[in-house]
T-cell receptor
Framework: AQSVTQPDIHITVSEGASLELRCNYS??????LFWYVQSPGQGLQLLLK??????LVQGIKGFEAEFKRSQSSFNLRKPSVHWSDAAEYFC?????????????FGAGTILRVKS | SAVISQKPSRDICQRGTSLTIQCQVD?????MFWYRQQPGQSLTLIAT?????????ESGFVIDKFPISRPNLTFSTLTVSNMSPEDSSIYLC??????????????FGPGTRLTVL
């Protein structure tokens, strides 16, 4: 069965510092991979996705992620964090089912930004 | 992408009652999904609602508890029936848009925050 592991429940970084959020997945075929962000009281916003091709994917708000098949990872990075990046981040794998794509989410990583 | 709205945005309900949550999309979509996010937890898929067919439920979710309607390509409802405090969660709908360039990508509504007393 598909699964996603986000090993860090909380991460705190200083504003202006670099960020890396870890994501490992388990899926038998070539995965569709996603990063979503959820601000307090909000729905989920898509940051970026990987389907195929270039393993370094650029997203919105200055985020990028790198797909590494050998490590089953899809880590999210940002070179310089802003206070507005404080939110919860979810990694997800898309599993193709008979009736459509099912998203399996990781447990999420809460990002705190200190000034 | 798609603009997705949900009603109500939040509600507080008494146990034993039912609540129907609406999801409206600004464009026609084939695939709609309903997720539950329990307090402090990640998202779990409840069911997939495709227009013209019955909803497909994930393991652990049943139609009697979470009946879903999908009357057309822009609208769906999820009912949480006979509620208990354990149903307190955020319920989110999502859609896959028809644009081939955006296929297999789900976009989410703002969610409905439900508290059951």
């Amino acid at each position: 069965a598909q699964s996603v592991t986000q090993p860090d429940i909380h991460i705190t970084v200083s504003e202006g510092a670099s960020l890396e959020l870890r994501c490992n997945y388990s899926y038998g075929a070539t995965p569709y991979l996603f990063w979503y962000v959820q601000s307090p009281g909000q729905g989920l916003q898509l940051l970026l996705k990987y389907f195929s091709g270039d393993t370094l994917v650029q997203g919105i708000k200055g985020f990028e992620a790198e797909f590494k098949r050998s490590q089953s990872s899809f880590n999210l990075r940002k070179p310089s964090v802003h206070w507005s990046d404080a939110a919860e981040y979810f990694c997800a794998v898309g599993a193709l089912m008979e009736y459509g794509n099912k998203l399996v989410f990781g447990a999420g990583t809460i990002l705190r930004v200190k000034s | 992408s798609a603009v997705i709205s949900q009603k109500p945005s939040r509600d507080i309900c008494q146990r034993g009652t039912s609540l129907t949550i609406q999801c409206q999309v600004d464009s026609q979509v084939t695939m709609m999904f309903w997720y539950r996010q329990q307090p402090g937890q990640s998202l779990t898929l409840i069911a997939t609602a495709n227009q013209g067919s019955e909803a497909t439920y994930e393991s652990g979710f049943v139609i009697d508890k979470f009946p879903i309607s999908r009357p057309n390509l822009t609208f769906s409802t999820l009912t949480v029936s006979n509620m208990s405090p354990e149903d307190s969660s955020i319920y989110l709908c999502s859609v896959e848009v028809e644009d081939p360039a955006l296929r297999d990508t789900q976009y989410f509504g703002p969610g409905t925050r439900l508290t059951v007393l």
